[in-house]
C-alpha cells in the first residue's frame, strides 16, 4: 500500500522546563501522527503538559529530545533561521486568547498582522484581507475597530482563530479555551472550525479538556496523563472502548453534565469512584 506521508509526525517528544529544583519534564516521550487534512484531539487532566506539547509544536519551546516531522523537515531543533519559512505553515490559537491579542491593536490590525510578517506590504490589501478573514469567522464588520477587551471570550477566540488563519496555514494548533467558554460559544467555535476545514483542508491539532468535544472536531484522539501517553487511537474505537482506566475516568467525567458546566476533568476526576 502506498501511503502518503502524514503532515505531521511527533516521535518520543520530551519537553522540560527548568525549575529551581532541576527539570521538570512536561512532556514525556510522546509520539503521534496527523495526516494531511485530518484532525486529532489531545485530551488530558489539567497541567498533563497539552499546553506544552502545543507550544513544542509551533516551536514556541525547543524540546530537549525527539522529532517533530513536519512535511517532511524535522522542526524540533531546527534554528530560528531555517524555523522562519515553516512558521506561517503551523498556526496556533491560545488558550486564553485575551492575554495572546495585543489590547492597543483593533480586531482588523491583529488580524493584518501576520500578513505584514508574510510579505504583503500594501496597506489596504492587508485590511482588506483582515476583514475578509473576521467575516470568515464569523464576525460583524464593526468587529473590525474594536478593541479585545470589547468582545466576549468567544469572540476573541474567533479573532484568534482568524489571525492564525491569515497565514494560511497547513496546521492549526488550536489550545481550546474551554473553562473560559460557556458551552453553547464552544459549540459554536467547534463549527466554525468544522466549517473552515471543509472550506480550506486545513489540519487541527485541537487541545480539548473533555471528550464531548473531542467527538465533535477529531477523529483520532491522544489521551495524555501527567506529560505520557496514556491511549491513543481513532476517536470513535477510543470513545466506544476505551482501553485504560483514566480514559474510562475521563470518559464518565464528559458523560456527567456537571462536567459540561466548564468543570475541568481534575475536579471531575477526584469526585469519581471506581
Ligand atoms: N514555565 C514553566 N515552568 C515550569 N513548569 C511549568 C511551566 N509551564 C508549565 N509548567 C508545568 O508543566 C506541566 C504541564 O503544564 P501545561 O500548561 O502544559 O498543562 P495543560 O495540560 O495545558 O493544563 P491545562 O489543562 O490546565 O491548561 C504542569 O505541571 C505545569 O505546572
Ligand atoms: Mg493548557
Do not use: N, W
Not at 86 to 97: I, W
Not at 100 to 115: F, G, K, N, W, Y
Not at 144 to 173: E, K, N, T, Y
Amino acid at each position: 500500500m502506498t501511503e502518503e506521508h502524514p503532515l505531521l509526525s511527533v516521535e518520543d517528544l520530551v519537553v522540560e522546563y527548568p525549575t529551581a529544583h532541576g527539570p521538570f519534564r512536561a512532556v514525556d516521550q510522546v509520539g503521534f501522527q496527523l495526516r494531511r487534512g485530518g484532525s486529532l484531539a489531545v485530551v488530558g487532566e489539567s497541567g498533563c503538559g497539552k499546553s506544552t506539547l502545543a507550544r513544542a509544536l509551533v516551536r514556541l519551546l525547543k524540546p530537549l529530545s525527539g522529532r517533530i516531522v513536519l512535511d517532511g523537515t524535522d522542526i524540533a531543533a531546527l534554528p530560528e533561521r531555517r524555523l522562519r519559512p515553516l512558521r506561517r505553515r503551523v498556526q496556533m490559537v491560545f488558550q486564553d486568547p485575551y492575554g495572546s491579542l495585543d489590547p492597543h491593536l483593533t480586531a482588523q490590525q491583529i488580524v493584518a498582522e501576520p500578513l505584514r510578517l508574510a510579505g504583503v506590504s500594501d496597506r489596504t490589501e492587508r485590511a482588506r484581507r483582515a476583514a475578509e478573514l473576521i467575516d470568515q469567522v464569523g464576525l460583524p464588520s464593526s468587529a473590525l475597530h474594536r478593541h479585545p477587551a470589547d468582545f466576549s471570550g468567544g469572540q476573541r477566540q474567533r479573532i484568534g482563530i482568524a489571525r492564525a488563519l491569515a497565514s494560511r496555514p497547513d496546521l492549526l494548533v488550536c489550545d481550546e479555551a474551554t473553562s473560559a467558554l460557556d458551552v453553547s460559544v464552544q459549540a459554536q467555535v467547534l463549527s466554525l472550525l468544522r466549517d473552515l476545514q471543509a472550506e480550506t483542508g486545513i489540519a487541527y491539532l485541537v487541545i480539548a479538556h473533555h471528550l464531548g468535544v473531542v467527538r465533535e472536531i477529531s477523529t483520532e484522539v491522544v489521551v495524555m496523563r501527567a506529560g505520557r501517553t496514556v491511549e491513543t487511537g481513532r476517536t470513535a474505537d477510543v470513545l466506544a472502548a476505551p482501553a485504560d482506566p483514566y480514559t474510562r475516568a475521563l470518559r464518565r467525567a464528559a458523560l456527567d453534565p456537571t462536567a459540561m458546566r466548564g468543570l475541568k476533568p481534575r475536579h471531575v476526576l477526584e469526585g469519581s469512584s471506581s
